[in-house]
């Protein structure tokens, strides 16, 4: 092989030249001479999720020494769960499929679809129309699915691919509905049940109770109440706290022998004449229905059973609407 | 006859070697050494098209020149093409052989694509293979910060490797302004500010200064720093859109609402 800069005749498998050291003729030297390859495109987007990823920082991964390079921990960033990412990334799947199939419009399409289902569901939620918005959400996933999947279009098929088109719709409706449901349920938020149906407590809206040392009146709480060893859950508002002479005559309430002014959440609930004694510990939560008679044949025996007096052990947590957002508002402002 | 004889007391004294049109003008020889200086040169002038030029040509002549491939590598990152500079480090690891500056620029590439655990991973073995070059205790820092960790301390390594060096000082601000972090622009200030004020002003360093004054919002003081580098080097292309990026806001409404401090 020729030197190109002092012309010595080296060994063919040389790299450099043995007299001027310079390199030979390598298969990737013109390459490298042309310059490195560039960016097609600016990947704006991939780039600012790399920002926001550095922005929350990371934990380093070694236990830390105690030298001098820990002087300054600040502390690290909060990991997302895998579950959650796995979820995330299911729910674009149909729309990530038109992608990959060179079907850009129509990929854009269903996930501005999917995000308006999805915007939906973020407004309804709380609502008894939540059903509605989760059902909206599984028609665009279905209709982008049932696109990106090949259905043979003959006659004979057609019933068949109306079937599977429903098959898909109701398993993406089951899907979603399965996810927000596992959701809540990480969240240990709870969903108050059809029975409420007031202003302040409605059905379908979402709740997290919050056990707390002290309670106060005006605090609505959830309470367990324990029927034949069965615990039905029931939330309401505390009345009144500590000792005081308790008497409820004509569905009124009497504090002390003096008529009380606050309402309990359902104002129109009757409850037969009724006489005691708080001790300190104890709150009156004067129940809004008689959850335990929805639930077993129990009539009078369950009328019976209840006591508007609580004990503390009684008494789960302080309830705090999350969903319908606008609904802290009102909450907010009940005494 | 054959050139190699050339040197032999044959005859008489050996004819002089024939000199390159270049050297014969008394223009600089355009070897390798000079198109990595010129890269360099461009590089922390913030020009990265043009020193990615150089640095391609200088490993073009010669392909075995570690700080040309370190130079490429490191210009793609700024760039934000990190696909790229990826393949471009198999690439330099494949010719030129890996070592200590070219395995912190993969760390360096592990973190700015917020693949952390890589990064740190890097950054280590850069650490320990690092010879004498400051820059795999710089990329440390830079994943410290991400970290929300000392990184001061490697900042602090790498400038007492290299105290009289303002290259170091501006990785270091470069560094600090990309993690966008107030505090890091604070560090990289100290690190910056300490050196210019005990050395001769380069344009270099006061363009980095006057850059991290301009993201902590003292945009007057920024604009002066870059008015300083402008005197010494008027032609660096950065400085100039540095200078209208701080220049005080024109018109009634400008003037308004977007007061400067």
Not at chain 1, 180 to 198: D, M, S, V
Not at chain 1, 228 to 256: C, F, K, N, P, W
Not at chain 2, 44 to 67: M, W
Request: proline content about 7%.
């Amino acid at each position: 092989m020729i030197c190109p800069g002092c012309g010595l005749n080296n060994l063919p498998d040389a790299n450099r030249c043995a007299r001027c050291g310079q390199w030979l003729a390598l298969g990737n030297v013109a390459e490298a001479a042309a310059g490195p390859p560039r960016a097609t495109s600016r990947r704006w987007f991939r780039n600012r999720l790399y920002a926001i990823r550095r922005r929350r920082g990371f934990r380093w991964p070694q236990a830390a020494p105690a030298n001098q390079e820990d002087g300054g921990c600040t502390g690290g960033g909060r990991e997302i769960p895998a579950f959650v990412k796995a979820i995330v990334l299911g729910m674009f799947a149909p729309s990530w499929c038109q992608f990959r199939q060179q079907r850009r419009k129509r990929a854009w399409l269903y996930l501005g679809l999917f995000l308006t289902g999805l915007l939906g569901l973020l407004f309804t939620l709380g609502t008894p129309y939540r059903l509605v918005a989760i059902w909206l959400l599984a028609m665009a996933q279905t209709w982008s699915a049932g696109d990106a999947i090949p259905f043979l279009p003959t006659p004979s098929r057609v019933w068949k691919n109306a079937a599977a088109c429903l098959l898909l719709f109701w398993a993406a409706a089951l899907l979603d509905h399965a996810i927000l449901a596992a959701f809540f349920y990480g969240q240990n938020w709870e969903t108050i049940p059809y029975y409420y149906h007031y202003r302040q407590l409605n059905r379908g809206m979402v709740v997290k109770v919050t056990p707390q040392t002290a309670y106060q009146p005006g605090d609505i709480v959830a309470t367990d109440i324990i029927y034949y060893a069965q615990a039905y859950r029931s939330y309401d508002r505390i009345l009144a706290t500590g000792a005081h002479q308790v008497e409820i005559t004509g569905g009124e309430i009497y504090i002390d022998g003096r008529k009380f002014a606050r309402e309990p959440i359902n104002p129109d609930f009757t409850f037969p004449d009724w006489r005691q004694s708080m001790r300190p510990d104890e709150f009156l939560v004067l129940p809004s229905a008689y959850t335990i008679g929805l639930h077993a044949d129990a009539g009078q025996q369950a009328r019976n059973a209840i006591c508007p007096i609580l004990s503390v052990g009684r008494i789960r947590g302080k309830v705090d609407i999350l969903f319908p957002v606008w609904h802290r508002l009102l909450l907010q402002e009940q005494p | 006859m054959n050139r190699r004889f050339n040197s032999l007391e044959i005859d008489a004294a050996p004819p002089p070697a024939p000199s390159t049109p270049e050297a014969a003008s008394g223009e600089a020889v355009k070897d390798a050494q000079y198109f990595l200086d010129a890269g360099d040169q461009h590089f922390y002038r913030l020009e990265y098209e043009p020193a990615l030029k150089d640095y391609s040509r200088a490993t073009g002549i010669d392909p075995g020149a570690r700080g040309a491939w370190t130079g490429q590598v490191f210009c793609l990152v700024e760039l934000e093409e990190y696909r790229e500079a990826e393949l471009w480090y198999k690439k330099a690891v494949e010719i030129a052989g890996e070592d200590g500056p070219l395995l912190a620029l993969r760390a360096l590439i592990a973190a700015r694509t917020a693949d952390f655990e890589k990064a740190c991973g890097f950054a280590d073995a850069a650490l320990e293979a690092r010879g004498a070059s400051p820059l795999p205790y710089i990329i440390r820092g830079e994943v410290f910060l991400y970290a929300k960790r000392n990184a001061e301390y490697n900042f602090n390594q790498a400038c007492a490797i290299a105290p009289d060096d303002w290259r170091p000082r501006i990785l270091i601000a470069n560094a600090c302004l990309f993690s966008q972090q107030q505090p890091a622009f604070i560090l990289g200030l100290k690190f910056l500010q300490t050196f210019v004020d005990l050395h001769a002003p380069q344009p270099e360093t006061l363009l980095a200064l006057g850059r991290i004054q301009a993201a902590m919002g003292k945009t007057k003081l920024a604009r002066s720093t870059f008015e300083q580098a402008a005197t010494l080097c008027p032609e660096m292309t950065q400085l100039r859109h540095c200078l209208r990026a701080t220049a005080p806001p024109k018109g009634f409404f400008a003037r308004l609402f977007n007061r400067r401090s």
